[in-house]
Nanobody
Framework: QVQLVESGGGLVQAGGSLRLSCVAS????????MGWFRQAPGKEREFVAS????????LYADSVKGRFTCSTNNAKNTVHLQMNNLKPEDTAVYYC????????????????WGQGTQVTVSS
């Protein structure tokens, strides 16, 4: 079992930055691959980024490529999502997720999810 807890969300103006964190507990962090997803009001949940704790470059959705950066602190069992140049359309609840499979954009492979953190970008 893996428990995931996100933090770092908030309200920011367009063009601003936020850094989300996701702390994993319950099992060795390096045994899982991580993903970030988001869900805006009235919309389906969508893929944002994914990565492995060790090795391989992160994968990003086209909508965030060049603005968002996914990284890990393996010593602290934490994955971060640095979000720069935020836009109003980035407003959503952001979730981190864990999978034992190769991390892709397919949310169905992720068996563990956090509770989500709200990100609101004002124009």
């Amino acid at each position: 079992q893996v428990q995931l807890v996100e933090s770092g969300g908030g309200l920011v103006q367009a063009g601003g930055s936020l850094r989300l964190s996701c702390v994993a507990s319950g099992r060795a962090f390096f045994g899982y691959n991580m993903g970030w997803f988001r869900q805006a009001p009235g919309k389906e949940r969508e893929f944002v980024a994914s990565m492995r704790p060790i090795g391989a470059s992160p994968l990003y959705a086209d909508s965030v490529k060049g603005r968002f950066t996914c990284s890990t602190n393996n010593a602290k069992n934490t994955v971060h999502l640095q979000m720069n140049n935020l836009k109003p359309e980035d407003t959503a609840v952001y979730y981190c997720a864990a999978t034992s499979q190769w991390p892709t954009s397919d949310e169905t492979i992720y068996g563990y999810w956090g509770q989500g953190t709200q990100v609101t970008v004002s124009s």
